[in-house]
Structure formats: C-alpha cells, structure tokens
C-alpha cells in the first residue's frame, strides 16, 4: 500500500533515525518511539510523519534490504548501521509515499547522513538513490524477485519466509498476498461504545457535530470505526465522560463470544492492558463482577485507571501467576483467557513483530497457553463457560492448543457460537472461530467457547 504525505522538515528524518537505532538494538519499534516522541516539540505533522517513517521502514526492511541488494555495491547487511537506517528511510520515501518528491528524499536523505557523521558516505546515499529514481523512471520495478513464490512474497511484502511459508500452506499464494498486504496497512481504529454511560446512537450525533467521521461496524452492536482520523484521540467528543474505549471489532467479538449475563462473576485471567475486562465489566452491570488479573502490577494500575475513566466500580484486579489462580477455583461463572501469544494477527499495530517471532518462540508460548487454559477450567463453578482466544493466525497456538486440551479434559466439549454470531464470521465444523483480517477488515484472532458436558 502507497501512503499519501506531504514532505516535512528534516526534524521529523532525524527523530525517526534515532527510534530506528534504538529498535536495530534490541527496543520494540512503539515503545522507542513513544518515548522520543514524548522529549521532542515536533509539530503535529512532525510527529506524524516521523511515526510513519519508523513503523514503515521497520514493516519494510526486508524490502528495503534487498533494493539496497541490488542497487548497492554492498550488500545491505554489509553496510555501516547508520548508513543502512539511512537508506531505508530514503528508500521508503522514494517507494511507499508518493507526496514526498523525489528530489527532497534524496536531498534530506543526503543531509541525515553528513549529519549523522557520515560525510564521506554521503554520495552512496545519493548515488543508490538516483539510481533507484532512474530505474523506476524506465517504468521498471527496481525490486527484483525471485523465481521461488514464498520467498519472492517475503521479499514483495516484507516477511519472513517461515511465515510466508505458514500462510501458503493455509491459504494458498493468492489470498497470502492478500494478507500480506493488509498487514503493511495503517490499522484502523475501533470504539467500544459503553452502554453503562450512554447508547451508539448518542456518541455517533456527538461525533457528528465535532465533524468527526464514523461508521459502525457489522456484526459488533457496539462498535463503531473512525473513518481517516488523525489527532489526539483523547480529543475526541465523550472522551474523559467515559462514554467509549478504544478497542478493535475482533476483540469486541470476544467479550460477545463470551456471552456473559448481568450479575454474573467474570474471570479475565490474562487481563491487561484490560479492554475485554472493561467489556464484560460494562455488560455485567453493577450487578456483576470482573476480576482482572495478570502478573504486573503496573499494568494492572492502568486497567483501574481505565475503569475509573468509564465510571466501573465492578471492576477488581488481582497481581499473580495466572497459572497458579487457587483462590478463584470454582468460583466464576465465566471465564476469558486471552492468552499471551505470537501476535500474529496484529502484525499491522506492531510493527516490529513480524522479525521478532520464530517458530521456537512459538512453540514456547503454546505451551504457556495449554497451562494457562487448564489452570482456568478450574475457576469456573459447574455449568459455567469458558473462552479461549489468542489474537494469532498460528494454528500451534489455536487448534492445537484446544485439541490437547480437550483430550486432557474429556468432560469438556467446544460450544459453538450462536447462528449469526459476528455477522458472517466463519466458523470451522469443530466450532471455533478464526477472523482473518483481509476477508473481515479487522484484527486476525482465533477464539473458541468451551463448556462442560
């Protein structure tokens, strides 16, 4: 996907080359540039155009790696690190955003490597990137592939080729380039309306009058997407009243999967940063209850933080390991386990995911996942519901994990969702739900419901 932006001054260049030194060190890509973004007087454009610097070079770097490949006398990983973050970011501009003229990618790229003591360096940043200019000029793609498909995809895209390789094997070659390239889009962002304060109805007038586009969301009653916003999300009409959260549409279908009534006790047993706790806090009434756990307690401060924001007094949370959780034994009537995962359904948010996860780190985190659920059966008292969901397209954190499970726990059965559920959402024959983001327009997450026969 191209991105439309207008070019900005070099201060926004350079805060983006600090994020992405700190990131090529070992950082995660949004708290680095949090962060800097946090010490900086950068205008609003500024910093926008440095966020999208950061997250689409690091999207990008396989393919930035391999122009650098092809166009360079050095091979990229060869390269001086400075030189190499240098590149990308002029390569980025030249290739994904079309408002920025060529001559000032070439030109700022130019001044952020004398800057940056790379003086001598200077004229291979402007030679590989006119030469990257003339070869487009001929109405030819600079990038050459391949012959072999799932790594001419990796390199098109942007991914590793084991997990090209995982797409391929479930979708087949048309549809993986199809999420391949969801993925390297900007993610939407998703209300949760909370009906404790107010209806979907109220905040869409509201959001109206502030000339605020919105759309809803079918098949999530409380839902709704902002339509091309940019800004201070905490401006928006009803923030600080509590009238909505910020969560996505598949994660809204969680809590709705989960089904749970007004007065009832809820266990969110993997809880922070706390949006589905929030949820079902809003859905149980002053009636109910939800205990929150997880293992931080500075996260935990953030749930309450959030709760109090949305005027929930139901809402409790509790420090500790969830996979020793003896206090809640038989004790719930349902209970969410959104377990720790991969991620991989989220890969458009998190920018740098797609390189940090490896088919050990996921054999690593199922395990992890198979303990937390079983631990979690036993909170719930008898005929109550249980709810497994990751926000990952790997089937070794999915199926796998709810097979072994099931063969360990005889007694309990998948129950599948309600006809309709989700509105045309697909549900395998087994009864699990797996929402892929390129048919469905939201997060990839797989989630089941189980009860007790």
């Known amino acids: 996907m191209v991105t439309t932006r207008t070019a900005a001054p070099s201060g926004a260049r350079q805060l983006a080359l600090n994020v992405l030194l700190q990131v090529q060190a070992g950082a995660y890509a949004d708290v680095a540039l949090h962060r800097t973004l946090s010490q900086t007087k950068l205008s609003e454009s500024d910093r926008a155009f440095a966020t999208e610097l950061v997250y689409g070079t690091v999207r990008r770097q396989r ?92 390199i098109r895209h942007s991914y590793p080729d084991w997990l090209i390789e995982l797409w391929l094997d479930q979708l087949g070659a048309a549809e993986t380039d199809r999420l391949c390239q969801w993925f390297n889009q900007v993610p939407a962002i998703d209300l949760r309306v909370n009906r404790q304060q107010t209806t979907v109805e109220a905040v869409k007038t509201a959001f109206a009058a502030a000339d605020i586009a919105i759309e809803p969301i079918p098949g999530v009653p409380w839902g709704l997407r902002l339509v091309n916003h940019q800004g201070a999300l905490t401006n928006l009409p009803g923030y600080e009243a509590g009238w909505w959260s910020v969560q996505d549409a598949s994660a809204q279908l969680v809590g709705l999967l989960l089904d749970p009534q007004p007065g009832e006790t809820v266990l969110d047993v993997c809880a922070a940063p706390g949006g589905k706790a929030t949820q079902m806090a809003e859905i149980v009434g002053e009636g109910g209850q939800v205990w929150a756990c997880d293992r931080a307690p500075s ?59 490896t088919p050990d780190s996921i ?37 796998a994990v709810i097979e072994a499970f099931c063969r360990a726990h005889p007694t309990w059965q998948v129950q599948p969702p309600a006809p309709g559920f989700g509105d045309g959402l697909e549900v395998a024959p087994a009864g699990w739900v797996r929402v892929w983001p390129h048919r469905q327009s939201m997060d990839g997450f797989f989630m089941v419901r189980l009860q007790q026969a």
């Open 363 to 399: 054999t690593t985190l199922a395990e992890l996942q198979s303990a937390l659920l079983s631990e979690a059966a036993r909170c719930i008292k008898p005929g109550g519901t249980l709810v497994y969901a990751t926000c990952t397209l790997h089937p070794a954190e999915n199926e």
């Open 299 to 357: 996260r935990l401060k953030k749930i309450t933080a959030n709760a109090n924001r949305l005027g929930l007094t139901n809402l409790h949370t509790h420090a500790g390991d969830s996979t020793d959780l003896t206090q809640f034994h038989h004790q719930a009537d349902r209970v969410l386990v959104d377990a720790p995962c991969s991620g991989l359904g989220t890969l458009h948010r998190h920018a740098d995911a797609r390189w940090r996860q």
């Open 63 to 154: 393919t930035l790696d391999a122009l650098i490949d092809q166009l360079g006398t050095r091979p990229a990983d060869k390269q001086p690190p400075v030189l190499r973050l240098v590149l990308h970011l002029g390569l980025y501009q030249l290739r994904y955003l079309t408002a920025v003229p060529d001559s000032a990618a070439v030109n700022t790229s130019v001044d952020l490597a004398k800057a940056n003591g790379l003086d001598k360096l200077s004229g291979v940043v402007n030679g590989l990137l006119r030469q990257y200019i003339r070869q487009s000029e001929q109405d030819t793609d600079p990038l050459r592939l391949p012959d072999q498909p799932a790594i001419a995809l990796g």
